[in-house]
Every structure is written in C-alpha cells, then in structure tokens.
C-alpha cells in the first residue's frame, strides 16, 4: 500500500507541541508532559486507518512515480475519489465536480460516467493499474474497484474501469473514456435525443421517431415537459455499451441481450435493444416527479409501457402463467421468494405492471401518479396498494394469481 503519508505527519506533533510551548511560555516539563499526553493518541490515530481510509484504499503498483505528470494525475484521482466520497455521505451533489473539464461539466449533471451510474462503487476500494500517455495528451488511467472480503482475505473484483486525464493550463483534469470513444461513433439527432451507435449499425430512423411520439404521450401524462437533451447510445450487448463508457468489466450486469440502463443525473439512455427504448424513459418521469419512487411501481410502470428483457408486458404475463399453473404454493408477495423464475423474465417486473394495468383500467392515470408519489423510505408496496387501491395485504396473493390466469388465458 503507498499514497499516505503517515510517517511525515508523526514528526509533526511534537514540533507542533514545542512550538505551542514557545508560544504559550510553557515550560520544559509542560512540553514534554503535552508531548507524552497526546503522541501515542496521534500515533494510534494516525496508523489506524480510518473506514473512511479503507474505503478509498488507495494502492498502485505498476506506476512510474518519477515522472511528474504520472505523478499529478494520482495525486488529482486520488484527491477526487475522497471529495467523492465525502460529497455521497453528506448528499453534495457536486462534490468533486471541478477535478473535470469543463466541456463534461457543460454536457453532464455528473460529469463522472463510472460511478453515476453505480452510487455504491463510491464505497470501494480503488487500485490503479495503470497510467499511459494515449492520443491527443490524454492519459488513461486504468481501476480495478473491489473490496477484501474479510472471511476469505481475497479481493473481490467489481469494475475495472479507464478515466482519463489531460493538462489544461498547467492543471490535469479529469476527462471521461466515452469523450474520446464518441468520435469513433456515428451521431443522429432526432428531436431532443442525440443518439450515438457503431458503424456498423443500422440506424432506424422510425423507432427514433415512435420514441419521439412515445416522449410527448408521457409528458402529457406526467404534465411534465420533455428532457431538454437526452444522451442516447445504443449496442449490440450489455457489455459492448458499458465498454464506451470505460468499463473494462463490470460485475453487475447480467448476460441477458436485452439490457438498458438509464443515467438518472446524465439524461443518459443506453440500450441493447433499438431506438425506441421506452422502458428507460419512463424512468427519466418517475425521477423527475419523484426521485425516491418506490421501486415496484416505477419498475412496473416502466414494464407495463416499455416491457423488459427484449419482451412486451403481455409476452412475461403468459411466461409467468405458463411457470405457476402448477405451483398453488407460490407467495407472490414475497419478493425474496418470488424474485427469481429465469433469465428470461423478472417477475416482480411483471407484478409491478400488473398493479399498473390495473390501476389504469379501474382509475385512470391519475391514481398511477397518486402511486408514484409514495416514498420508498416510508411506505412498502403493499401498504400503499391497500391505502390506494384498497386490496388488502391478504389478499394480494389470490389477486395475483387470478389475475395473472384471467389475463394470460384471454390470448389463447
Ligand atoms: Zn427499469
């Protein structure tokens, strides 16, 4: 481990104390009697290190230190994660914000594209593998993130990840992978969206378009106008759309085809799907009327517009009824129970939609939005699915599965 300086900090209280000592006029004896007192608190203070320490541990192996600007862009990085940290603990938004260039600044709510879109990986570890002149005076700068898990003493591996950094007057500042990776991607501007895709791919400019139509429905629905610029970026996989955001690896992300990821502070959409991702854009509404949404039904009203996993909504209903024909004993309100059936579907997706298509039929919008307000801190589904829609708890589970029968077998 390197990066602290502990042993330079040691020698500083008792020139600390001996300059109090000629300040105040204390004694030889005050002196060393302060000196004693507070030096092994120091020392015991300065060694152990704090969570704060572990979390941000910061260790590099393979980098030149000699060389100046490796020199300074560790130093900025490692300035800038603890400002990271620090500003996710006490809810600073901002935090952090200046170590970027202003371009990103401009472009993005969080310019940092790694850790917006994960607010966890601010708790781990980072240890940086390497730092390499590339084009243009950019460095990269390449991360592994993880933590030692404590019963097995090994490090877990959650991201690997490139940031970069450029000298801008004299100073390094932060630049993201993806701002040089978009020059290799075409660009398409539709409406507000600007949408950004390989080469190789075939852009649909009437997807671009329903998606368009599909962003004015839900602004008169929501009451609430449209995204000033939304970041659009679609791929073939998962993996390649998290590789133009700089990640290497990324623990999370399933293996699923399908998979969408919107960047709530970014207005950022990427999809493995097509143009007219709907899904995420529901959630850029939800967000913006309530950032503490309740999960069910955000994750529901996405599913019930936009479908999931490559499927529309109807699609998991009939995959749902075809897995619990047979399993009278199934407690579909018990999330960790019923968590879980495939790769192909997310059930509490579905349910979610479920209570959406339902509340729209009976109600009307309105009440979705009266669902939508609730707190996830304060209120589970449950209890505001019988305050709202008044079904009780116990019975939620018998209307699940009519429902599901009723619904399902309608198609057939
Ligand atoms: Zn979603």
Known sequence: ?????????????PLVCLSLAFHYSFSMKTFCFITLMVFPWFVFSQLKPTIYDKMIGFNYTDIDTSN???????????????QRLDGFYRKIDTAGYNYWNEEEKQLYNDPD????????????????????????????????????????????????????????????????????????????????????????????????????????????????????????????????????????????????????????????????????HRHELVHYFTKIINPDVIGFFDEGLATYFGGTLGKPF???????????????????????????????????????AIIIKYTIEKYGFPKVLALLQYSKKQNSFSDVIEKELGIKKSELNTFFRNYIMENASKRK
């Open 113 to 276: 594209l790694i850790l917006s879109t994960n607010p966890f990986l601010n708790y781990s570890q980072t240890n940086i593998l390497s730092i390499k002149p590339i084009e243009k005076g950019f460095f990269q700068i390449m991360n592994v993130k993880g933590w030692v898990d404590d019963s097995t003493g090994k490090f877990k591996t959650q991201v690997i990840f490139y940031v970069m950094a450029k000298k801008i007057n004299d100073k390094f500042k932060l630049y993201n992978y993806f701002y040089l990776d978009k020059e290799k991607l075409k660009v398409t501007n539709v409406k507000n969206v600007c949408y950004y895709y390989p080469s190789d791919y075939k852009f649909d400019n009437k997807n671009a378009l329903n998606f368009a139509n599909f962003e004015d429905s839900l602004s008169n629905l929501f009451n609430c106008p449209i995204p000033k610029a939304l970041i659009y970026l679609v791929e073939k996989n998962p993996t390649s759309l998290m590789n133009h955001l700089g990640f290497i690896y990324d623990g999370s992300i399933g293996t699923g085809k399908h998979g969408g990821k919107f960047i709530e502070k970014d207005n950022m959409i990427l999809s493995s799907t097509n143009e007219n």
């Open 314 to 352: 109807q699609w998991h209903l009939n995959h749902l009824n075809d897995n619990i024909k047979d399993k009278p004993d199934i407690d579909f309100t018990n999330e960790n129970k019923f968590g879980y059936i495939d790769d192909k579907t997310n059930p509490q997706y579905v349910l979610g």
């Open 68 to 82: 100046s600007d490796i020199r300074s862009i560790t130093e900025l990085w490692k300035k800038y994660l603890m």
């Open 1 to 13: 481990m390197d990066g602290w300086s502990y042993p330079l900090n040691l020698l500083g209280i």
